[in-house]
Nanobody
Framework: QLQLVESGGGLVQPGGSLRLSCTRS????????MGWFRQAPGKEREGVSC????????YYADSVKGRFTISRDNAKKTVYLQMNSLRPEDTAVYYCAADLYITSVQAMCRTDHVVWGMDYWGQGIQVTVSS
């Protein structure tokens, strides 16, 4: 069974940086489309950034564009989210996710797919941006 484990979260000051990692185990394919999602208290889970299986296509939510960078190392079965210029509004539980078949990273990060279509989720990791 495919499993995802996040790491790299924690408490940072506004303007600081964090790098989240998501490592996959299991699954029949060499790579899968993957993404990062976040959920703050009282809010719905939202797509932050998604990346195709090859890394050739990426998507970023407008709120993080220019600050966050998604990348992957398929040899390590790991996807990363480099988060710079962090803001208190970025505080949330961040979840890694994988989809078995989706071909559009934009579609993967859409709310409807988050709610109805995602195949695998990690347990989530807390990111807190506070002074």
């Amino acid at each position: 069974q495919l499993q995802l484990v996040e790491s790299g979260g924690g408490l940072v000051q506004p303007g600081g940086s964090l790098r989240l990692s998501c490592t996959r185990s299991g699954g029949a394919l060499d790579a899968y489309p993957m993404g990062w999602f976040r959920q703050a208290p009282g809010k719905e889970r939202e797509g932050v950034s998604c990346i195709s299986d090859t890394g050739g296509s990426t998507y970023y939510a407008d709120s993080v564009k220019g600050r966050f960078t998604i990348s992957r190392d398929n040899a390590k079965k790991t996807v990363y989210l480099q988060m710079n210029s962090l803001r208190p509004e970025d505080t949330a539980v961040y979840y890694c996710a994988a989809d078995l078949y989706i071909t559009s990273v934009q579609a993967m990060c859409r709310t409807d797919h988050v709610v109805w279509g995602m195949d695998y989720w990690g347990q989530g990791i807390q990111v807190t941006v506070s002074s």
